[in-house]
């Protein structure tokens, strides 16, 4: 069974930041890209960051570029995603995913998310 959670989300003034961690379980595909996407409330669901399981590529979202980092540690099967320079804007429940291809229409599995708050 796959299962993806997160933890690290919080409240934290704008400027602060967060690191937000996915444990995934072992049957997790290592051939699936891992990605964040973020749901402000009223809004759609938006990809934030992805990488792959070899390390060898990642991608972000325009909003997030510069300012957030995603890795893994794949002997700990943990996606992690290291927020700076946060800003009120980027108040969102946060989830983990993966799936062949990171849009939220290839999406196999989610995470049951984390909410990151951040207070201007």
């Known amino acids: 069974q796959v299962q993806l959670v997160e933890s690290g989300g919080g409240s934290v003034q704008a400027g602060g930041s967060l690191r937000l961690s996915c444990a995934t379980s072992?049957?997790?595909?290592?051939?699936?890209?891992m990605g964040w996407f973020r749901q402000a409330s009223g809004k759609e669901r938006e990809f934030v960051a992805g990488?792959?399981?070899?390390?060898?590529?990642?991608s972000y979202g325009d909003s997030v570029r510069g300012r957030f980092t995603i890795s893994r540690d794949s002997a700990k099967n943990t996606v992690y995603l290291q927020m700076n320079s946060l800003e009120p804007e980027d108040t969102a429940v946060y989830y983990c995913?993966?799936?062949?291809?990171?849009?939220?229409?290839?999406?196999?599995?989610w995470g049951q998310g984390t909410q990151v708050t951040v207070s201007s």
């Open positions: 995913a993966a799936g062949p291809k990171l849009s939220i229409d290839s999406i196999l599995y």
């Open positions: 990488i792959l399981w070899s390390g060898s590529h990642t």
């Open positions: 072992s049957r997790t595909p290592r051939a699936f890209p």
